[in-house]
């Protein structure tokens, strides 16, 4: 039987990096599949000790063991809040002699106006529609009855737990009667008020010494206050050590460091297919493209040179139809006004603006004359002579 441990906080995969690396207990999705994954099957025992977290990351585990083909039960120590839900996941819940089991509504914080406000209200009832669920299926007690316990923040102790459906029975081992010492039912107590905002604080550290040293140089580095004198410079250079060991190990967790294509392939050759896949695809795209370029370039080669038409097709800046005959009228427009040009100069050398210019000082009258008898013959008129 492969076990899973559920204890500490509840959260979701994106925030379990910075509970572990402050060495704070906690339970995420992405812990408990992988414990599904090694059990492959086998019997699965959930070890719950947690005062709960997000709804979110309990739903998922949730349905994960519901989905999990082996079978699941659960040991309680603690199960307060979300940690009930993941509870009610197993086949059968069994309870410690020295257990406690608390359900209360779903809780957030909110800000804005009135409407704001009303909208985290009416969110908060859908998400208690889910836990009732969750416990309606689990007890078969009455949504009505199951919302009574919750509005009311129930704490049960493993008997009244049982009595109430939410645990099937003690843990084997602690029947009545085998002797349970007090202090370890005091123990459980302590841990269970824990559980509620402002109590017990004190008797345990939830971050380790030397994470609780790093982290308040981090928060101190720059926005708090710091010691004078020769001490702020050392607080300065501490501060900024911490945040750089932060940074390192965030990136580590979240992958920072990039992997080479063929480190990819190593890690992960199942991508190699869909790699050559995509190659293929847009080989057969650029080869595609190509055809229907040479294609367009062949339509207008009956309007252009040969040298020029191959020079697009096959040159160092191989172009398309479109931009191929856009070079080539520009090509023709600066010929044309290059013609124009040397036609106008060669006119001019030849003389040939000067045809049928009457040089100065002839006088045309024979043949003004004429031109007048012809046209008052034709219309029965007389020359008049002036004298």
């Known amino acids: 039987m492969v076990k ?29 599949q992988a414990g599904l994954n090694e059990a ?33 039960k659960a040991h309680v120590i603690v199960a307060c809040s979300a940690a009930t839900v993941i509870a009610c996941g197993a086949g059968k819940v069994y309870a410690s002699r020295a257990s406690v089991y ?17 909208m985290e209200a009416d969110a908060l009832r859908e998400i208690n ?5 969750v416990y309606e299926d689990k007890t078969g007690l009455p949504r009505e009855d199951i919302q009574n316990l919750m509005d009311n923040d129930t704490y049960m102790s493993p008997g009244k737990a049982i009595s109430q459906g939410f645990v099937d029975g003690m843990m084997p081992g602690m029947e009545a009667g085998t002797g349970t010492d007090d202090a370890t039912v005091a123990s459980a ?19 380790p010494a030397d994470k609780a040293v790093l982290l308040k140089k981090i928060l101190m580095d720059g926005t708090g206050q710091q010691d004078t004198g020769d001490s702020a410079g050392s607080n300065q250079a501490a501060g900024n050590e911490a945040n750089a060991e932060l940074n390192k190990e965030k990136k580590d967790k979240e992958g920072g460091n990039r992997m080479t294509l063929q480190e990819a392939l190593e890690e992960h050759p199942e991508i190699k297919g869909e790699l050559d896949a995509m190659l293929k695809e847009a080989e057969g795209k650029g080869v595609a493209c190509e055809r229907s370029r040479l294609k367009e370039l ?18 160092e800046n191989p172009l398309d139809a479109k931009e191929f005959a856009y070079q080539a009228m520009l090509a023709d427009k600066a010929k044309m006004s290059a013609y124009m040009a040397e036609a106008v100069k ?24 004429e031109l007048a008898a012809y046209a008052n013959k034709r219309k029965g008129g007389k020359i008049k002579n002036e004298g």
């Open 129 to 133: 529609e889910s836990i009732i669920n």
């Open 4 to 32: 899973i441990n559920i204890k500490g906080y509840i959260c979701t995969d994106d925030d379990a990096w910075i509970y572990k690396w402050l060495g704070v207990p906690c339970c995420c999705p992405g812990d408990v």
């Open 40 to 72: 492959a099957g086998e019997d699965v025992c959930l070890e719950i000790n947690s005062c709960g977290g997000s709804c979110a990351a309990a739903f998922e585990i949730y349905t994960a063991l519901k989905q999990y083909q082996g079978e699941v």
């Open 346 to 369: 060669d006119a001019e050398e030849a003389g040939v603006n000067n045809v049928g210019v009457v040089p100065d000082g002839m006088e045309e009258t024979a043949e003004a004359d």
């Open 102 to 118: 608390m359900v209360h509504n779903s809780q957030s914080g909110a800000s804005g106006d009135y409407r704001d406000l009303q």
């Open 298 to 315: 062949d339509a207008i080669s009956a309007s252009v040179a040969g040298d020029a038409l191959n020079d697009a097709k096959y040159g």
């Open 189 to 207: 107590v302590i841990n269970a008020v824990a559980c509620v905002p402002g109590a017990f604080n004190s008797f345990t550290n939830t971050i």
